[in-house]
């Protein structure tokens, strides 16, 4: 017996396309600014703006993979992938968090040498550099921040995490190049750099863990394993509920499968009616998708039993 209840949310459907419409725009933003910098270094014999280019420039990479991983998640199901392509954000926002790890630790150790070898630094060029850079950040990470699902969406915050990174830069930059100018203070520089990249690292270190434990399989941070065992065994037609697994497809998607033990006197009417309800309490629980099989007390796996369900409920 198999009971099956589709429902579909268009506000997923909705955010979903607002996340994609948000980081296209943020690409072409972050993407031209970075091509202006770049150019301008080359023109103006800047490293300043060059190396501030280079970091924007892995921003719009981190910001066109994210886009891409919105663009493919949404692929129709296959037979060789049955899920579809969802996962494709988590693995998306996991590169994004590698990738704010190893930003922030070339940039602790670029700021540690100048530490040990303070260069000359064109402090009035730098302020010019950082307000620019700033406008631009805040107009981005306003746009993400109101418009995209930066709470919920793993893919959607690795990319917001980059473009606030470059924004508290731009600041830490804006206050060294003003203690630079007035005090000569130079090592005002590696210091607001090192700031800036242990608040980055802290983000990407979130990000990293969340995918990763996505990727193990792991019970998703939202789930209260105890409860749901608790619901289902909260109904007195089941004796025992084993082989049970919660895990995360993707972001907006937990799953959960289970045995659940019944008496073989329970009528396949029965059985249905008991999978509703249990259905019904387990979406409220942030399960989004289950698969149940009901089993008697003596049910062996390559026999055919009496009252054997299978209850599957899928929610976009």
């Not at 700021?111 to 730098?126: D, N, W």
């Not at 909260?234 to 004796?239: M, R």
């Not at 799953?255 to 999978?275: F, G, M, P, W, Y």
Request: aromatic share 6%.
């Amino acid at each position: 017996m198999t009971s099956h209840s589709h429902t579909h949310s268009l506000n997923h459907s909705h955010v979903h396309t607002n996340n994609k419409k948000i980081l296209a725009i943020s690409f072409i933003i972050i993407g031209l600014f970075m091509v202006i910098e770049i150019v301008g270094g080359f023109i103006a014999n800047s490293l300043a703006l060059l190396s501030d280019g280079l970091h924007m420039f892995s921003d719009t990479v981190s910001l066109g993979v994210a886009l891409i991983a919105f663009i493919y998640s949404e692929k129709n199901a296959t037979s060789s992938k049955t899920f579809g392509y969802k996962r494709f954000e988590v693995l998306a926002a996991l590169f994004n968090g590698v990738t704010l790890f190893v930003i922030s630790i070339v940039i602790i150790v670029e700021a540690i040498k100048r530490f040990l070898a303070p260069p000359e630094v064109q402090s009035t060029e730098m302020f010019i550099i950082s307000l620019v850079g700033l406008i631009v950040n805040i107009v981005v990470a306003l746009i993400m921040f109101k418009g995209g699902d930066t709470n919920h969406n793993l893919n959607m915050r690795g990319a917001f995490i980059h473009v606030l990174g470059d924004l508290l830069g731009s600041v830490g930059a804006i206050i060294a190049s003003i203690l630079i100018w007035t005090f000569n203070f130079t090592i005002a520089d590696p210091i607001a750099s090192i700031v800036v990249s242990l608040l980055i690292l802290k983000s990407a270190y979130g990000i990293t863990k969340s995918s990763i434990n996505i990727l193990m399989e792991g019970t998703p941070s939202d789930i209260d394993l105890e409860q749901i065992i608790y619901t289902i065994m909260g109904h007195e037609e089941i004796q025992n509920v084993h082989d049970y697994h919660v895990w995360t497809i993707s972001n907006d998607m937990n799953a959960l499968s289970c045995h659940a033990v019944v008496d073989k006197s329970l009528t396949i009417e029965a059985c249905e009616q008991l999978l509703k309800q249990i259905e019904h309490e387990l979406a409220h629980l942030n399960i989004q998708h289950m698969t149940i099989q009901l089993e008697t007390p003596k049910h062996q796996h390559d026999e055919s039993i009496l009252c054997s369900g299978v209850m599957h409920q899928h929610s976009h």
